[in-house]
């Protein structure tokens, strides 16, 4: 079982950045493939970016060159850095782990809001 804990949301304006930051425990994260996924009011939740337990990365095209994802296995936390922040990020953004090999493992954090304002 594995429990995430993001943090690191709040009320920001367009062009500023935020760090989010998804802390597990429970289990190692060095065996989860992990990733931040959004969910805007009254829309489906979505993919943001994604690390593999290798590093590699993966990002939605509407944040790519302004986000970066990074995880530190050694502190069991992963990142979300968030620059030139637009209203159309505003969100819930949530944590989630997912098994390299025992797919059915899958879990996810409570989230945490960043609201971003023109």
């Known amino acids: 079982q594995v429990q995430l804990v993001e943090s690191g949301g709040d009320s920001v304006q367009a062009g500023e950045s935020l760090r989010l930051s998804c802390a597990a425990s429970?289990?190692?994260?060095?065996?989860?493939?992990m990733a931040w996924y959004q969910q805007a009011p009254g829309k489906q939740r979505e993919l943001v970016a994604l690390i593999t337990v290798t590093g590699s990365t993966n990002y939605a095209d509407s944040v790519k060159g302004r986000f970066t994802i990074a995880r530190d296995n050694a502190k069991n936390t992963m990142y979300l850095q968030m620059n030139s922040l637009k209203p159309e990020d505003t969100a819930v953004y949530y944590c989630n782990a997912r098994h390299v090999a025992r797919r059915q493992l899958v879990y996810w954090g409570q989230g945490t809001q960043v609201t971003v304002s023109s």
């Open positions: 429970g289990s190692a994260l060095m065996t989860y493939h």
